[in-house]
């Protein structure tokens, strides 16, 4: 089974920009999370999409947003770009919530590196 | 959500059993407890999942006391490729958001 793919792998884009990053999840998986890693704060929960509803947010601006596709793909967009948005993006899918599945189980992509200039 | 506290860093011997222990006093009653394996430039890894007592996979065994205020990850006979960042976290049940402390750093010596 393929795992959790992510596109692009790096992007280079300038303050004020607004990006858009993809996830696609290992299939049959209808969950799937976001994540923030930086150095200085760590590996931080952004969202987490089920069934293409947001089912639950971390605490970030409203300047990150994301959406669910019927084919439980991913994206999420940054828009009006900061200097400390630069970080790894990371998706993870789940079966959580589809029953009879180890909860806190997740997979997660290789993640998408996105430095702000 | 219960906090995590794990040491920031470990170093060991290749061949050697490691064991990272975890704190999580306000643990409560749904809680699991999951760890984690991040390599550098990597997604983290799940390892290993408990609830109490002992849970023993291919990869690892978890310790947890009757209060389960703290757990332990044992790693049998690390050898270099184990050399990772290890995460403790505490899952509510029904919830499917991580959230990840500031891990242990292991590495292994030859």
């Known amino acids: 089974k393929a795992g959790v793919t992510q596109t692009p792998r790096y992007l280079i884009k300038t303050r004020g920009q607004q990006v858009t990053l993809s996830c696609s999840p290992i299939?049959?998986?209808?969950?799937v999370s976001w994540y923030q890693q930086t150095p200085g704060q760590g590996l931080q929960f952004l969202f987490e999409y089920f069934s293409e509803t947001q089912r639950n947010k971390g605490n970030f601006p409203g300047r990150f947003s994301g959406r669910q596709f019927s084919n439980s793909r991913s994206e999420m967009n940054v828009s009006t770009l900061e200097l400390g948005d630069s970080a790894l993006y990371l998706c993870a899918s789940s079966l959580y919530g589809q029953g009879g599945t180890t909860q806190g189980e997740q997979y997660f992509g290789p993640g998408t590196r996105l430095t702000v200039t | 959500l219960a906090k995590t506290t794990q040491p920031i860093s470990m170093d060991s011997y290749e061949g050697q059993e490691v064991n990272i222990t975890c704190s999580h006093n306000n643990i409560a009653t749904n809680d699991y407890i999951t760890w984690y394996q991040q390599f550098p430039s990597q997604g983290p890894r799940f390892i290993i999942q408990?609830?109490?007592t002992k849970v023993t996979n291919e990869v690892a065994s978890l310790f947890i006391p009757a209060d389960r205020k703290s757990s332990t990850l044992s790693l049998p006979r690390v050898s270099l490729s184990d050399t990772a960042v290890y995460y403790c976290?505490?899952?509510?049940?029904?919830?499917?958001?991580?959230?990840f402390g500031t891990g242990t750093r292991l590495t292994v010596i030859p």
């Open positions: 408990g609830y109490k």
């Open positions: 976290l505490v899952v509510r049940t029904g919830a499917n958001n991580l959230f």
């Open positions: 299939s049959g998986h209808r969950s």
